[in-house]
């Protein structure tokens, strides 16, 4: 029943996910007017408007017009609830729960934003550091200090190679908003989290950019986007940075 609970919660939460993804970046407002189709306008009716299952009793197209609903909705829709589920089977029904499920909530959107638009927005960064501060304090308050140090370490180190990138390769090769993304995962992981949460985003980045290497996909001077990478890295600690510091220690 839990289970079933939060899988709901997560579609719904996804569903909403994917108009801020869409308006955010427009500078269009997240809840006025209410959903409709992008291409004839025409509002979409709530039983139209289910997560996932209005998609596939639709065939993936608007009602009226027919238009092509892009797959992604439901993608993003499923992938918040099975992100939930995850950090569910992981912490429980806990105060842990809960903080690292609202910050779950914060970097899908930013990723998908940054991957789209090579942005990261402050209107979602300030209010995830904002809440995630808040979320510190009621649940965790005696980790304030791992919180601060966190948000502070992940700051420097990003905006350090950050610098140290642009001296090098005479551009910028670290915006600003990894940064502040970075300070955003900080306040939630803490203090050495973050740090781990960087390495696993270097790391799957590393494995994105082979991959397109060997695909011949990738042009020489393109810029990738850090921000999903950062997001990657967050969850594959929160989800299993215990168990991966296990394993290496055991190496040993």
Sequence with gaps: MVYAFVIILGLVFGSFLNVVIHRLPAKESIV????HCPLCGTPIAWYDNIPVLSFVL???KCRKCKARISVRYPVIELLTAAIMALILARYGLSGQFVTYAVLSLFLIPISVIDFDKGLILNKLTLPGCILGIVLVLVFQVETWKSMAAGAAAGGVLCFAIGYLGSLAFKKDSMGMGDVKLLILTGVYVGFPGVLCSFFYGIL????????RMVLRTLRMGETIPFGPFIAIGTLVHVLLGQSIIEWYIGLF
Excluded: D, Q, W
């Design 204 to 211: 799957a980045a590393a494995v994105y950019i082979l991959v």
């Design 58 to 60: 639709l065939g993936g």
């Design 32 to 35: 006025r007017p209410g959903s």
